[in-house]
Each structure stands twice: as structure tokens, then as C-alpha cells.
């Protein structure tokens, strides 16, 4: 059976109702002073920054609505146009979005070249048919998935000189926090040995390089504003914006989802996001009914 790109008026209702149900959800705490603001104040400080980074769980339905809010409320400034920029698909397949957002691409045959560079399709369409129906660009942010293989199992110096030099110089030198997420990331192992050198040169390499796509999509575009959808260990603030501000001087929010025990109301700071939102459940914005005590 061939797939259409038709929308139904039940798709846009539905579309509408996730994003109102995001946005109006009560729980997103300000870093900064551990305060609950509302929707609008929230959006405001968002619109004073030019890269907007907004992490995730990559299969939690609930993330990607919170995403899709806020891509929403900002995509409507005649002044500032905006960009979505992709942790999931490749800066070299860059054309494949831009015929997606162009509509030159049925929905079939684009899921052939999404597939080849990502998952879990069902979690992020509804951002992708957004771009399409809004001409919103979408821009591919990550590395070719074969060097970064490369790097986590045999190290950066492995990689042919030419690539290295293409790349940039990549050492795994980070603070205690870094550190820390590193070995959450390897299950809490790895050591000092060359397994977790390798892990933390590609999550360096990672995050250089899309930060790197980033700048140079804003040299050219000087007028945009990127939300920046990506997995929470690029998004804080030791990420991709720690490298983009090695680049250039650009302004920036990070928002993360509350992941109990790694980025949570008990924990968080404005070193790791700007706003936490309090979230729980596969696919709500509800709290549970024994939620953790509030932040002393």
C-alpha cells in the first residue's frame, strides 16, 4: 500500500491538543532559583536566545511532545525564522532533509534515508511533518556514524591523519562532572583504561562537530534562531553548547527533561540546564502521586 503525506484534520487536533497539553503543563522549574515558571515567561527568556537545546530520552513520547511545544510556540516570528537542528541525521545527508522540508520526497522514500540514520520513527514524526508543513528548516548535525564507530572502539589517533586533521584536534580532557556522565553513560565502568578514553573522545567528537555544523549554519543565517533537538548527554550544558561557544559567541538555553538521578529537581543546577521539566510517565506531563520532596 503506498503511504501518503496527506494530513487529517484529526492529525492537526491532535497536533494542536499535544502541544497546548506541553506548554500548559505547570512543572517546568527555572535552574536558577529552583522556581516553577509559567508558559509564557518561560517562552519569553526562550526568545532572547538564538539556540534553543532541548534533550531527551530518544524513546520517550513525552520528550519529543515538549520538543514539539516549543518548536511550535517559536516558529511563528516573521523577524526570526527558525531551524530545527538534528542530533539524528548525518550533516552529510543534508540535502535529504532539505527535499523532505521541501516536500520533493514521499513520505516513503524518505524513510528509507531516515532509517539509514536513525529510529524509532513513531516518536519523532510529528516533528518532522511540523518542518514539512511549515517550511521549517531542518538541519543534520551529526558525524557519519562510521567515524564515530571508529573512534569509540579503537580512539581518535586510529582515525586516518587527513580525517583527524578535517575534525579537529579531539583529547578527552573534562572536568569531574564530565567524567561522571561518562561512566553513567558506560553503565559505570571503563575505568581509566583505553575503553573509557574512547568512549569520551567519540562523546568529544560528537558533540565538537555538531556544535561546528551549528556555527556554520549560523554564519550563513545570521538571522535564525535552531531549536537543537538532542539526547541529554549532548545537551547539557558540558555538550554541544561548552564546543559552540569554543566557535563563537552565540546565545544560548538548554532545557532538559528531569531524569531522577542524573538531572532532577534535587540535583539540577544552572552549570548543567536553564529549565528542568518535571516530567513523569511514558507519555504524560503529570506528576506521580508520591513526588519526590521539593529542593531545600
Not at 531551524?83 to 516536500?103: T, Y
Not at 528509507?112 to 520513527?121: D, F, I, K, L, S
Request: glycine share 6%.
Amino acid at each position: 500500500m503506498k503511504l501518503s503525506t496527506v494530513r487529517t484534520p484529526i492529525f492537526f487536533l491532535t497536533l494542536f491538543l499535544w502541544s497546548a497539553t506541553a506548554l500548559s503543563h505547570p512543572h517546568i522549574l527555572k535552574t536558577e532559583d529552583k522556581s516553577e515558571v509559567s508558559s509564557a515567561t518561560f517562552l519569553e527568556d526562550l526568545r532572547q536566545a538564538q539556540v534553543i537545546f532541548i534533550g531527551e530520552l530518544h524513546d520517550h513520547i513525552g520528550h519529543h511532545q515538549a520538543q514539539l511545544a516549543v518548536i511550535d510556540a517559536l516558529d511563528d516570528d516573521p523577524k526570526m525564522p527558525l531551524a530545527i537542528g538534528l542530533e539524528m541525521f548525518q550533516h552529510n545527508n543534508q540535502h535529504i532533509l532539505d527535499r523532505w522540508v521541501d516536500n520533493e520526497l514521499p513520505l516513503e522514500r524518505f524513510l528509507v534515508h531516515y532509517h539509514e540514520n536513525w529510529g524509532m520513527w513513531p516518536q519523532y514524526q510529528d516533528i518532522f511533518f511540523h518542518a514539512r508543513e511549515n517550511g521549517t528548516r531542518m538541519i543534520g548535525l551529526n558525524i557519519p556514524r562510521q567515524i564515530s564507530n571508529q573512534v569509540a572502539a579503537e580512539g581518535f589517533q586510529k582515525l586516518p591523519e587527513d580525517v583527524r586533521k578535517m575534525l579537529g584536534d579531539v583529547r578527552c580532557v573534562v572536568g569531574r562532572d564530565y567524567e561522571t556522565f561518562i561512566r553513567q553513560a558506560m553503565g559505570g565502568f571503563g575505568g581509566h583504561g583505553a575503553k573509557y578514553l574512547y568512549f569520551c573522545e567519540a562523546q568529544l567528537l560528537w558533540d565538537s562537530v555538531m556544535a561546528r555544523n551549528l556555527v556554520s549554519f549560523l554564519e550563513k543565517n545570521r538571522d535564525f534562531r535552531i531549536v537543537v533537538i538532542a539526547g541529554s548527554g549532548h545537551s547539557w550544558k558540558y555538550g554541544i553548547p561548552r564546543q559552540m561557544l569554543r566557535e563563537a559567541d552565540i546565545s544560548f538555553r538548554v532545557i532538559l527533561p528531569e531524569l531522577f538521578g542524573r538531572a532532577d529537581r534535587l540535583n539540577i543546577t544552572d552549570e548543567i540546564a536553564d529549565y528542568l521539566w518535571l516530567d513523569v510517565g511514558d507519555d504524560g506531563w503529570t506528576l506521580p502521586e508520591e513526588e519526590p520532596p521539593p529542593p531545600s
